[in-house]
């Protein structure tokens, strides 16, 4: 099975006016489905073509050095924006609550000093990348940033649970340049009940999402 592009989980317009339609249908539409094309395309003939997409990028180095940027790129890129979406809602924001905020308090002291940390990672990100929530299997949470569409499955042990895209074509339509306006508005619609199911697959060991199967775990 080559990668496909996942459905969204909620309507095109489902995230207004904190997310505009039209920002969507050329992030999902464009963007996304860019990386989807683009990562068979680099996959073709290297024997992984149906290796699931958290397997591929986990193990990355197995993938033939001649082929392994694009997959980096374009894997990466799938991935990445797969978790973005599910980590979105409508009428979503607010605090997590249960085993992900006594993790939260656990990790960083308290909510307000997770999001502190989550916001300063996006916005002292030079340039393309992303902010990241990641959870290693003993439930610790951990604070990244990374560029372009690298994420921690290539380099660690981490599996990450919340991401926010702080690529300029994310939030131009709504911010232009004005990225910590975007990651305020990025708070209102995180769906922490999709965050939590993320951080209990990452505890147990399974992959976070599945967009081998164009599913999402829930």
Not at 15 to 26: A, D, R, V
Not at 130 to 159: F, I, Y
Not at 203 to 213: E, F, R
Request: hydrophobic share 40%.
């Amino acid at each position: 099975m080559t990668h496909t592009l996942p459905e969204l989980p909620w309507a095109m317009d489902a995230l207004e006016p904190n997310y505009l339609k039209s920002t969507l249908e050329f992030h999902y539409s464009k963007h996304h489905n860019a990386y989807v094309t683009k990562l068979n395309e680099a996959l073709a003939g290297t024997g992984k073509e149906n290796t699931p997409i958290e397997e591929l990028l986990s193990n990355i180095n197995d993938v033939p050095e001649a082929k392994r940027q694009a997959v980096i790129n374009n894997g990466g890129g799938h991935y990445n924006h797969t978790l973005f979406w599910q980590c979105m809602a409508p009428n979503a924001g607010g605090e997590p609550t249960g085993e992900l905020a006594d993790a939260i308090n656990a990790s960083f002291g308290s909510f307000a000093e997770f999001k502190t940390q989550f916001t300063t990672a996006g916005a002292t990100q030079f340039g393309s990348g992303w902010a990241w929530l990641e959870s290693d299997a003993s439930g610790k949470l951990t604070v990244t940033k990374t560029a372009n569409q690298d994420n921690c499955l290539m380099n660690s042990d981490r599996k990450p649970i919340l991401t926010m895209d702080v690529w300029e074509h994310a939030y131009y339509l709504e911010h232009q340049n004005l990225r910590p306006q975007w990651m305020e508005t990025f708070f209102k619609l995180v769906s922490w009940d999709a965050v939590a199911k993320n951080f209990a697959n990452a505890k147990a060991g399974n992959a976070v999402i599945d967009i081998s199967q164009n599913a999402v775990l829930r």
